[in-house]
């Protein structure tokens, strides 16, 4: 290729000059033209973002939650931020910065308005886990041996989290985790970045096939798992362990063929050089206490890293069977101890959940999704996942080179698809197979939206005949793919915005409620049981390992029907009788939480307030605009 020349549009490797073809002609060298070209996309977008941010009305929600309290100046900036990524992977292989900071635009302009805005906790079961920070800095130890109502005692015996966010808390000199809390989609979202591109450049050296990826990744990260909770964290520490392994425990003579280029796809990295068994041992011990550390924090995920080295294993190049053994050895020994309680308790639902496949696919208490707002999120994110698995298949399919050099990627994403098979992990398996297997699926999606060609390479067949045949191919996959990218990354941004606001109504505590709640279970007596709808509401949670909690509608549908027809004579008989004080807490989050997860029928909730009040056994002690405390008053002896 001469120099300078351009291959889909991607400058040469190395060369600062570049040339942009189109209806504006050719410019030669970096002129003013270009660097507006790249800067105005950006800036409008952000002007038009900032100019939406005070438009959108999220005390307000209604049954659409957030997706019509968005200004259209919202949804443009989006548009644009969108239009101006694309133009910037032109620039990727001389300034990959530039797609990288359209990639950190659009994770701000997606997940920072709530974070801004909103002056409560978003997501109300995160108050549990400010509640966590708050029992250890109080208390000042860990009892996982001890039962807590509403299964707490599991964040004793895993507080890796925890222990770090009191020690934020108490080195920032703030009060709580709550000052910080709505951050931290934002934050994870930024940290994940650097570590997906270490695991993309390690297959690919194609920078436009790496940030494309990375812009699919973020889009399609709708399963709202990057809240303030264990699960972001360790899945953090999950990828950066793998991407230790991807780059340096390459066996030597594992690569075959693939050690030429003539073998690999033309966007596709050189495999890394191999290690000799020193060095992968001493990459074992480094390992070790991320490993650790991952074992400290979440139950689920070291299960999906020892999967995930089960499957590199099936491999040549990655069959490393001394990490596999460290890492389930540690995550055996932190089960066998500080986990035992929880540990044993799973080991006994096993054979009920054990290959049943349509209960451990359920998502949540299997209720039926009601209003527009959460059954559109639910088809948004089935759709979401269909087109990201789509274009998945069609990379697999058509990059059939470059599948074979990122096999292992391939491998990690469907390894956690078994998993199905084994446990419903309280109705979240579903959602936590899907988050595992992003990172691989969103880098084939963009294989199968970004031309199979690098920077400085175009690849054609030998031959004057051959040669033709595939230029002219590449041409037509060029033009397939300059309407296919942006179109995708259009639909796929805007799929974005249902299926992660959609359910926002639910997300959303007003500051009256919090109030409410916290001034009832500040003032209930050491002992007292809470009884609500659902967990869904703020600082449900609040001094948990002094009360006893029971959410009564977090149970199968066809149970709650009858106990909404006698919420009392179902309610009475599983109430202490020993003098302890009843509290039932109905509030607006519950009400909208159980409506639109489908826990109780359309007017279920004030149907079920209306009885309790009626009842003479229940009487309000507190109420507002938001809720309604109730307090159980028992009936007198014989």
């Known amino acids: 290729m001469a120099d300078g020349q351009v291959a889909d549009g991607f400058p040469a490797q190395g060369e600062r000059r570049w040339r942009l073809a189109g209806p504006l002609g050719t410019w030669s060298g970096l002129t003013a033209l270009q660097v507006l070209f790249t800067w105005l996309p950006l800036l409008v977008a952000v002007a038009l973002w900032v100019y939406a941010l005070p438009g959108i009305d999220y005390p307000h929600m209604g049954d659409w939650g957030l997706i019509d309290k968005l200004p259209a100046a919202f949804y443009l900036s989006l548009a644009v931020l969108t239009g101006g990524f694309v133009v910037s992977l032109r620039r990727a ?6 797609p990288g900071l359209y990639s950190v635009a659009l994770l701000f302009a997606l997940k920072a308005p709530t974070a801004i805005l909103y002056n409560a906790v978003r997501y109300p079961w995160a108050s549990k886990h400010d509640a966590v920070v708050n029992h250890l800095l109080a208390n000042q130890e860990l009892r996982p041996g001890v039962p807590l109502s509403g299964n707490m005692a599991a964040y004793d015996q895993w507080p890796g989290f925890f222990t770090l966010n009191a020690g934020l808390v108490r080195a920032f000199g703030v009060d ?22 270490l695991i993309y450049r390690t297959f690919a050296e194609d920078w436009r096939l790496v940030w494309t ?3 699919i990744f973020e889009v399609a990260n709708w399963v709202g798992q990057d809240y303030f909770s264990p699960q972001g964290m360790a899945l953090i520490l999950h990828l950066a362990v793998l991407a230790v392994v991807f780059r340096h425990f390459v066996r030597p003579g ?15 990295a050189s495999v890394p050089p191999p290690t000799t068994g020193r060095q992968r041992a001493v990459c074992v011990a480094i390992l070790a206490p991320m490993i650790a550390a991952i074992n400290f924090t979440h139950q689920l995920t070291p299960v999906m890293l020892c999967v995930a080295l089960v499957a590199l294993n099936l491999t040549r190049r990655y069959r490393n069977p001394g990490l596999l053994v ?6 055996l020994v932190w089960d066998l101890t500080m986990g035992r309680p929880l540990f044993v308790e799973t080991l006994a639902s096993l054979k009920e959940s054990v290959g049943n496949l349509l209960n451990n696919s359920r998502a949540g208490y299997a209720g039926e999704l009601t209003g527009p707002g959460p059954v559109l999120q639910g088809r948004a994110d089935i759709v979401m996942v269909l087109v990201v698995a789509g274009l998945a298949a069609v990379a697999v399919v058509l990059r059939r080179k470059l599948v074979r050099s990122a096999l292992p990627l391939l491998l990690v994403s469907v390894a956690p698809v078994p998993l199905f098979a084994v446990n419903d992990y309280g109705g979240e398996m579903l959602f936590r197979v899907y988050l595992f297997g992003l990172p691989g699926a969103a880098f084939f999606a963009a294989a199968a939206l970004v031309p199979a060609s690098a920077a400085g390479r175009v690849e054609v067949e030998p031959g004057g005949g051959g040669r033709f045949a595939g230029r002219a191919r590449a041409a037509v996959r060029r033009r397939g793919a300059a309407v296919a990218l942006p179109v995708v990354l259009v639909l796929l941004v805007a799929g974005f915005v249902p299926a992660y606001y959609g359910k926002e109504r639910m997300y959303y505590t007003p500051p009256a409620e919090t109030a409410m709640v916290t001034r009832v279970l500040d003032n209930a007596p050491k002992g007292s049981m809470i009884l609500a709808v659902t967990g869904s509401f703020p600082q449900a949670l609040h001094r948990y390992d002094q009360l006893e909690h029971w959410y009564v509608a ?9 106990m909404l027809r006698d919420p009392v004579g179902y309610l009475e008989p599983q109430l202490p009788r020993d003098g302890r004080p009843v509290y039932f807490i109905l509030t607006r989050t519950q009400d909208v939480y159980s409506a639109g ?4 029928p359309a007017g279920g909730f004030q149907e079920l307030k209306s009885k309790l009040e009626s ?9 507002n605009h938001f809720g309604t405390v109730l307090q159980y008053a028992a009936p007198a002896p014989p």
């Open 93 to 98: 292989g001389t300034a990959p910065w530039w």
């Open 176 to 197: 709580t985790a709550a000052s910080y809390l709505n951050w931290a989609p934002l934050f994870y979202g930024v940290v994940l970045i650097p570590v997906l591109v």
């Open 554 to 562: 977090e149970q199968e549908e066809p149970q709650n029907a009858i």
């Open 597 to 600: 997860e489908g826990l109780l």
């Open 254 to 268: 594992a690569a075959g063929g693939l050690r030429s280029r003539a073998n690999l796809d033309p966007a596709a």
């Open 326 to 331: 460290v890492t389930a050895l540690i995550m």
């Open 615 to 623: 009842s003479g056994r229940f009487r309000v002690i507190d109420a």
């Open 213 to 215: 990826g990375v812009w």
